[in-house]
């Protein structure tokens, strides 16, 4: 073994350590490999208590905590134990704590009870799950780099602080690909995350991690990061709801990253749960701390509830970009949306966005301004190849200088005044404005776990360069008897991606592949959208 993989191997190590058998399912009684979906396995192998605690909402479960129906330590036990599950199916875990989380589970059991009843904040007793690059005191952070192995976090990341003021419990955080540049979830220290619906499957990245656990519902709240898509991929990968919101909404002081400092285009973290309300819970708990006295980056904008109009609203509907179009069980979900909207009596009509190819190429400059020299510097440290996943990002791109930075920085913003008034402008046929644009999350329902065949990220990249606020809902599952091979449509401007893209596309390698898509809005407006997001997921349901 070459001297990083001595380091990795001694890395799982550890982790396999702290995962007691007190928390595990026997192995003997875990299904077999070839059984691909295991979403319903919790249910047949924990116990009854552990179900019925698992099965509800964070915001059930912060009621009934605040009521005394549960402590946290009954609600934090029964978590870690069908995450255990659930990292035992899918691989999950990079840094479990359950001692940490359930001494913090005891303090907030005392204080309530010392009290008389009362909470220390709305997430009181609350387990939530963090990607990998979020920082909590005395805990690794690797970020799976074999060269950032023992980089014991000294402090916590701002917005871990601040949700433990508001009464969260963490006890594990989650895989994630090497230096996040991937829409994978797979390093050289961890391996491959797999997905709850369909283990030949990813579930998505950077936050892959996230998508499964809360798909699992080993946590009902997890907190992801977003580049590029890496929130609302794992989102739709995994069947769960997410939010990407705006730069400046919540904080991101002291979170581990790559490409940190970059602000040809910022990340921005955000919650994916197992249900819109819990998103809404997460964010006014959130906001509730005040982060902008935390973090400089952060604007002063409390949490708002947003009062729909009681008007029909008005959705733009891209089904397709026309640089790459989406596979059939994406364009299903794109049709399944517009017509529970139309037959719940709003208004919808097909939209086609602003030079979206523009776009994508000042995204792609985004991504790789300092030339691949600090993903790659990371890989050299330990000697590990990282992989092939992040490569495009490392390899083929020189750094700009800082003349070609002021002409990107002239060129990002051009695009984005006149995306502005294409969306203020648009219209639909009746004349009115819209409410919400609705685009698929990617081309495909997923991807084949480690083989790297999601080629274009356009769909969610796009509106990290514009900031805007997008919210994804699930539609529903891939079907190889409904969604049927066809030939690559011809019709995308970018036919070479398109043609690879659908010579991927073997429709019974995606079965059960969960689909969902995008809710956007304009910047900074997570609380409108996630009241739109609500009237969509309720009229898919109906």
Same mark, same amino acid.
């Given at each position: 073994?070459?001297?990083?993989?001595?380091?990795?191997?001694?890395?799982?190590?550890?982790?396999?350590?702290?995962?007691?058998?007190?928390?595990?399912?026997?192995?003997?009684?875990?299904?077999?490999?070839?059984?691909?979906?295991?979403?319903?396995?919790?249910?047949?192998?924990?116990?009854?208590?552990?179900?019925?605690?698992?099965?509800?909402?964070?915001?059930?479960?912060?009621?009934?905590?605040?009521?005394?129906?549960?402590?946290?330590?009954?609600?934090?036990?029964?978590?870690?134990?069908?995450?255990?599950?659930?990292?035992?199916?899918?691989?999950?875990?990079?840094?479990?704590?359950?001692?940490?989380?359930?001494?913090?589970?005891?303090?907030?059991?005392?204080?309530?009870?010392?009290?008389?009843?009362?909470?220390?904040?709305?997430?009181?007793?609350?387990?939530?799950?963090?990607?990998?690059?979020?920082?909590?005191?005395?805990?690794?952070?690797?970020?799976?780099?074999?060269?950032?192995?023992?980089?014991?976090?000294?402090?916590?990341?701002?917005?871990?602080?601040?949700?433990?003021?508001?009464?969260?419990?963490?006890?594990?955080?989650?895989?994630?690909?090497?230096?996040?540049?991937?829409?994978?979830?797979?390093?050289?220290?961890?391996?491959?995350?797999?997905?709850?619906?369909?283990?030949?499957?990813?579930?998505?990245?950077?936050?892959?991690?996230?998508?499964?656990?809360?798909?699992?519902?080993?946590?009902?709240?997890?907190?992801?990061?977003?580049?590029?898509?890496?929130?609302?991929?794992?989102?739709?990968?995994?069947?769960?709801?997410?939010?990407?919101?705006?730069?400046?909404?919540?904080?991101?002081?002291?979170?581990?990253?790559?490409?940190?400092?970059?602000?040809?285009?910022?990340?921005?973290?955000?919650?994916?749960?197992?249900?819109?309300?819990?998103?809404?819970?997460?964010?006014?708990?959130?906001?509730?701390?005040?982060?902008?006295?935390?973090?400089?980056?952060?604007?002063?904008?409390?949490?708002?509830?947003?009062?729909?109009?009681?008007?029909?609203?008005?959705?733009?509907?891209?089904?397709?970009?026309?640089?790459?179009?989406?596979?059939?069980?994406?364009?299903?979900?794109?049709?399944?949306?517009?017509?529970?909207?139309?037959?719940?009596?709003? #208004?919808? *009509?097909? +939209?086609?966005?602003? /030079?979206? &190819?523009?776009? $994508? =190429?000042? !995204?792609?400059?985004?991504?790789?301004?300092?030339?691949?020299?600090?993903?790659?510097?990371?890989?050299?440290?330990?000697?590990?190849?990282?992989?092939?996943?992040?490569?495009?990002?490392?390899?083929?791109?020189?750094?700009?200088?800082?003349? #070609?930075? *002021?002409? +990107?920085?002239?060129? /990002?913003? &051009?695009?984005? $005044? =006149?995306? !502005?008034?294409?969306?203020?402008?648009?219209?639909?046929?009746?004349?009115?404005?819209?409410?919400?644009?609705?685009?698929?999350?990617?081309?495909?329902?997923?991807?084949?776990?480690?083989?790297?065949?999601?080629?274009?990220?356009?769909?969610?990249?796009?509106?990290?360069?514009?900031?805007?606020?997008?919210?994804?809902?699930?539609?529903?599952?891939?079907?190889?008897?409904?969604?049927?091979?066809?030939?690559?449509?011809?019709?995308?401007?970018?036919?070479?991606?398109?043609?690879?893209?659908?010579?991927?596309?073997?429709?019974?390698?995606?079965?059960?592949?969960?689909?969902?898509?995008?809710?956007?809005?304009?910047?900074?407006?997570?609380?409108?959208?996630l009241a739109i997001a609500e009237v969509v997921d309720k009229a898919l349901k109906a």
């Open positions: 073994m070459a001297k990083w993989e001595e380091i990795a191997a001694e890395k799982r190590k550890e982790l396999a350590a702290s995962i007691s058998d007190k928390y595990k399912v026997p192995e003997t009684k875990l299904p077999a490999a070839s059984v691909l979906d295991v979403s319903g396995v919790p249910a047949m192998l924990l116990p009854k208590e552990v179900i019925d605690i698992t099965e509800q909402t964070g915001t059930e479960l912060v009621a009934a905590i605040a009521a005394g129906k549960y402590t946290s330590v009954e609600v934090t036990t029964a978590f870690i134990k069908r995450a255990v599950l659930a990292h035992q199916l899918l691989n999950i875990f990079t840094e479990f704590f359950p001692d940490l989380a359930l001494a913090r589970a005891q303090e907030l059991d005392d204080y309530y009870k010392s009290s008389g009843g009362k909470t220390v904040g709305p997430l009181h007793g609350l387990p939530i799950s963090l990607k990998d690059q979020f920082r909590v005191k005395g805990i690794d952070a690797c970020m799976g780099y074999v060269s950032w192995i023992g980089r014991i976090a000294e402090e916590n990341s701002t917005i871990v602080d601040l949700l433990l003021a508001a009464g969260a419990v963490f006890f594990v955080k989650t895989n994630i690909p090497t230096s996040l540049m991937a829409a994978e979830t797979r390093n050289c220290v961890y391996g491959q995350t797999v997905n709850a619906y369909n283990r030949t499957l990813a579930p998505g990245g950077s936050s892959g991690g996230e998508g499964a656990i809360v798909s699992m519902k080993g946590a009902p709240i997890g907190i992801g990061t977003d580049i590029g898509g890496s929130i609302r991929i794992p989102s739709s990968f995994s069947g769960v709801y997410g939010i990407r919101p705006s730069h400046g909404r919540f904080p991101y002081l002291k979170v581990s990253n790559s490409l940190e400092y970059n602000e040809a285009v910022v990340s921005v973290d955000g919650p994916l749960a197992g249900s819109l309300d819990d998103l809404v819970l997460f964010s006014k708990a959130l906001l509730s701390e005040a982060p902008w006295k935390h973090d400089p980056r952060c604007i002063a904008l409390p949490y708002t509830d947003y009062e729909l109009p009681s008007r029909p609203l008005v959705f733009a509907i891209e089904a397709t970009d026309g640089i790459v179009t989406p596979h059939p069980p994406v364009l299903r979900a794109i049709k399944t949306v517009a017509d529970a909207l139309q037959k719940a009596g709003h #208004e919808v *009509f097909e +939209f086609k966005s602003y /030079k979206p &190819e523009v776009g $994508t =190429e000042l !995204l792609i400059r985004a991504w790789t301004v300092d030339g691949g020299a600090n993903i790659q510097g990371d890989l050299d440290a330990s000697g590990e190849p990282g992989i092939p996943d992040i490569m495009p990002f490392v390899k083929g791109f020189k750094s700009l200088t800082m003349p #070609e930075l *002021f002409t +990107f920085n002239k060129d /990002k913003l &051009e695009y984005k $005044t =006149e995306f !502005l008034e294409y969306m203020n402008a648009a219209r639909s046929p009746s004349g009115k404005p819209i409410d919400a644009w609705i685009r698929p999350v990617g081309v495909p329902a997923s991807v084949p776990a480690g083989q790297l065949k999601l080629r274009y990220l356009g769909y969610t990249g796009l509106l990290n360069l514009l900031d805007y606020t997008s919210v994804v809902v699930p539609v529903l599952k891939a079907d190889p008897a409904i969604d049927l091979a066809a030939p690559a449509p011809g019709s995308g401007a970018d036919r070479e991606v398109e043609q690879k893209s659908w010579e991927d596309y073997v429709p019974e390698d995606f079965k059960n592949g969960p689909v969902g898509v995008q809710i956007i809005g304009g910047r900074l407006e997570e609380e409108r959208m």
